[in-house]
C-alpha cells in the first residue's frame, strides 16, 4: 500500500516538475487546432461586433494593448467597439505560431486589415501576441498585445 | 525514508499542478508578484551589462531568464527568436542611454504570470535615438521550478 501511494505521489510529483514544459505531440497539436479555432471565432466576432461571442472568448480581467500603446481593460475594450470608437471594417489574421505550455497558449501572429479607430482608418499590418489560459475547461484570452509593423 | 522523500518532494510540487486559477490578491500571489518583480529587474540589469560589454557579460543570467523558445516582439513588430535577440542585444545596434519602468501591473494564473507595464528608458536603435515611452507585455512561466520569460512585446506610445 505504501509502495503504491509513493508511486502515485511520485507520478504527481514529476507532473508537476514537467508540465510548465513547452508540450509537443498530439496533444500540443489538438490544443493548436482548438486555439486556432477560437482565434478566428474571435476575429470575426470582431468583424461584426459581436460582443456576446467576445465576452465568451475574453477573460474577465482581460488586457488589451492596441497599436498605440493605449492599455485597455475588457470593459474599456467592449465600450470602445459598443460607441464605435473601434471598428474592424476587415480583419484577416496569419503566420500563427503557437507555444502550448500546459493550460497556457503563448501565439504569436500577424493581422491585416482596416481598422477605424477614433475616426482614422489604420491599414497598417500589425504583429501580435494572444495569451490564452484553460479556466474551468475553457479556452479564455487573458492577454493580446499589437505593434505596428514598420521598418525600424 | 524512500516515502518521506517521496512526500516531501510531492508537497513541494503538488501545488504547481494548480494551475490556470483566476488571479487573485492571496498571499500566494502576492509572493510570486515579489519573485516576478526580482526576476524582471535581474533581466534588465543583465540586458543592461550584456549591451554595454557587447555580450561579454551578463549572457548567463540572460540565457536563464530567456526561454529556449521566447517569442519576442520588438517595437517594429519584428518577431525574434532567443537567439536573434541575444545576437540584436550583442551586435551594437541597441544602446541604452537611461532606463526604467515607471508602472507596471501583474496577472497571476499558477505557473503563469502576466505583465504589463510602461517603460521609459532612452534608447539609440540602429542609430536612431527613441526617447518615447513603451507599452510592454512580459509573460512569465514557470519551468522546473523557475521563472522564465517566453513572450515579450513592446509598442511606441503614441497619439492614435
Not at chain 1, 499590418?125 to 493580446?144: E, P
Request: hydrophobic share 40%.
Amino acid at each position: 500500500m505504501r509502495r503504491f501511494l509513493s508511486t502515485v505521489l511520485l507520478a504527481v510529483s514529476l507532473a508537476g516538475l514537467i508540465k510548465a514544459q513547452e508540450l509537443t505531440g498530439d496533444k500540443a497539436e489538438q490544443v493548436k487546432k482548438d486555439i486556432l479555432k477560437i482565434e478566428k471565432e474571435r476575429a470575426q466576432a470582431l468583424e461584426k461586433g459581436d460582443i456576446a461571442v467576445l465576452d465568451r472568448i475574453l477573460a474577465d480581467d482581460y488586457v488589451y494593448v492596441n497599436v498605440f500603446g493605449e492599455l485597455h481593460s475588457k470593459v474599456q475594450r467592449f465600450s470602445t467597439i459598443r460607441s464605435g470608437v473601434s471598428k474592424h471594417e476587415s480583419l484577416q489574421e496569419d503566420d500563427f505560431r503557437v507555444h502550448v505550455y500546459g493550460d497556457t497558449v503563448v501565439m504569436t501572429g500577424r493581422a491585416s486589415g482596416l481598422v477605424n479607430y477614433r475616426g482614422k482608418v489604420n491599414d497598417k499590418a500589425r504583429r501580435f501576441t494572444n495569451v490564452y489560459i484553460k479556466q474551468d475547461g475553457q479556452w479564455q484570452l487573458v492577454a493580446h498585445h499589437a505593434t505596428t509593423m514598420a521598418e525600424p | 525514508m524512500r516515502f518521506a522523500l517521496v512526500l516531501s518532494l510531492a508537497m513541494l510540487t503538488i501545488p504547481g499542478v494548480l494551475r490556470g486559477q483566476k488571479p487573485d490578491s492571496t498571499n500566494a500571489n502576492a509572493e510570486i508578484e515579489k519573485e516576478i518583480l526580482k526576476i524582471d529587474d535581474e533581466k534588465d540589469h543583465a540586458m543592461q551589462r550584456y549591451v554595454a560589454s557587447h555580450g561579454e557579460v551578463g549572457g548567463p543570467e540572460l540565457d536563464q531568464i530567456y526561454a529556449d523558445d521566447l517569442v519576442f516582439v520588438n517595437t517594429h513588430g519584428g518577431l525574434l527568436t532567443k537567439a536573434q535577440r541575444l545576437e540584436d542585444l550583442r551586435s551594437g545596434n541597441l544602446k541604452f542611454i537611461s532606463f526604467g519602468r515607471d508602472s507596471y501591473s501583474l496577472h497571476v494564473y499558477g505557473d503563469t504570470v502576466v505583465m504589463t507595464g510602461r517603460a521609459t528608458s532612452e534608447v539609440v536603435y540602429m542609430g536612431k535615438v527613441n526617447r518615447i515611452p513603451r507599452r510592454f507585455t512580459n509573460v512569465y512561466i514557470k519551468m522546473a521550478g523557475q521563472w522564465r520569460l517566453v513572450a515579450h512585446q513592446a509598442t511606441t506610445i503614441a497619439e492614435p
